[in-house]
Structures are given as C-alpha cells and as structure tokens.
T-cell receptor
C-alpha cells in the first residue's frame, strides 16, 4: 500500500524567498507522484507530475520537484515566492500495482503562507 | 468552458435528510471519481467509475450511493445524513482507466454542512 507524508502542515516564507515543501512517499513499487495546489474555496489544480521520464520535473507557475528514489522524496520548490502562491499544496501518489482508477492517495497537505 | 462542474456549491441540511450532488465533465474522459475532504483538509478517495461502471468503493458507508447515467456524469446520493458527513466533496475525472499517469481534473467542490 502506498502512502505520502508531507512534513509541516504550515510553511511560512517571505515574498521573494525560496519555497520548499517536503513530500516523502512509501510505495511497494516505483510510484507516480503528483503535486496539486488548492487555492481558497477552489478545487485542486495539477502543478506537476513525475512519470519516470525525468527525475527533475518542471510545473506551472515556476514550481519544480525532484524525484529522489534513494530518499523516497519528491519535494516541491520555487526559487522566489510570490504572494499569489499562498494556498494549500498536496502531494499525491498513484501506485502502479493497481489500475489507474484506484485514484490518488494524498498527503495531509501543507498550507503555504507568504509574508510580505 | 468548465471542465468538471459540480452542483450545488454549498449544501446545508438537517441530519437524517437525503441529498444529492451532481457532477459533470465535458473532457470526454472515461474515468470519474468522488473524493471527500474533511475539516482538516485531508482528501480521501471514495469511489471511482469507468464508463458508468463502479471500479473502486473505498469502504464508504452504503448510505452513499454513486450513480453514473452516462460516462460524463457521476452523481452522489447520500441517505440519512449524519453530522460526520459534513465535508467538501470533490468530483474528478481522468482520461484512461489503466493509466496511472493521467492528470485528474477536479471540480470546484461541494461544501456539505449537516446540522
């Protein structure tokens, strides 16, 4: 069974500073990994996904994430935070052992706060 | 054009009532899902459907009954509502049943409050 752990339920950074949101996964088989963002009172939007093509994945809005098998991690980064990045971020895993319709297993989310 | 839409956006009701939430996707996808997001923002899969057929039921009480009249629609009917059913319910869709890499597209959510 797969699972995802997001370290830090809340992360606060200054505008212009580096954003680092941590995600570690547990899976019996090599996983597919996703980062989704949820703005207040909205649905989830895909930021980026790892599908084994490349370990460094670039997404929308300047975000990127690196898959590190040795560390079982898929941390999300952005070099310079913007006020509009304030949102809830979810890491999710899709286990290859089941069918795609198994759905995603989500982490508990990290609330990103941007200080002016 | 909204890709995945849900109605209503907000639903306030009394314990014991029966209610439905509707979901429609215009992406031509084969697979649709229902997720529940609790008060702590934790998201959990409830059901998945492929071409109108139930694929996954993640130990959801049988008071919850999904219905898929066609592959573009997946409605959620809830009987005998309980306080613990209060949550935000998200519908999602993806292209292919057998692809783990397909992006899931989420609706805007329905905030259900049971009084």
């Amino acid at each position: 069974a797969q699972s995802v752990t997001q370290l830090g339920s809340h992360v606060s950074v200054s505008e212009g500073a580096l954003v680092l949101l941590r995600c570690n996964y547990s899976s019996s088989v090599p996983p597919y990994l996703f980062w989704y963002v949820q703005y207040p009172n909205q649905g989830l939007q895909l930021l980026l996904k790892y599908t084994s093509a490349a370990t460094l994945v670039k997404g929308i809005n300047g975000f990127e994430a690196e898959f590190k098998k040795s560390e079982t991690s898929f941390h999300l980064t952005k070099p310079s935070a913007h006020m509009s990045d304030a949102a809830e971020y979810f890491c999710a895993v899709s286990d290859r052992s089941g069918g795609g319709a198994d759905g995603l297993t989500f982490g508990k989310g990290t609330h990103l706060i941007i200080q002016p | 054009d909204t890709a995945v839409s849900q109605t209503p956006k907000y639903l306030v009701t009394q314990m014991g009532n029966d209610k439905s939430i509707k979901c429609e996707q215009n992406l031509g996808h084969d697979t649709m899902y229902w997720y529940k997001q609790d008060s702590k923002k934790f998201l959990k899969i409830m059901f998945s459907y492929n071409n109108k057929e139930l694929i996954i039921n993640e130990t959801v009480p049988n008071r919850f009954s999904p219905k898929s009249p066609d592959k573009a629609h997946l409605n959620l009917h809830i009987n005998s509502l309980e306080l613990g059913d209060s949550a935000v319910y998200f519908c999602a869709s993806s292209q292919d049943l057998n692809s783990h890499t397909d992006t899931q597209y989420f609706g805007p959510g329905t905030r259900l409050t049971v009084l």
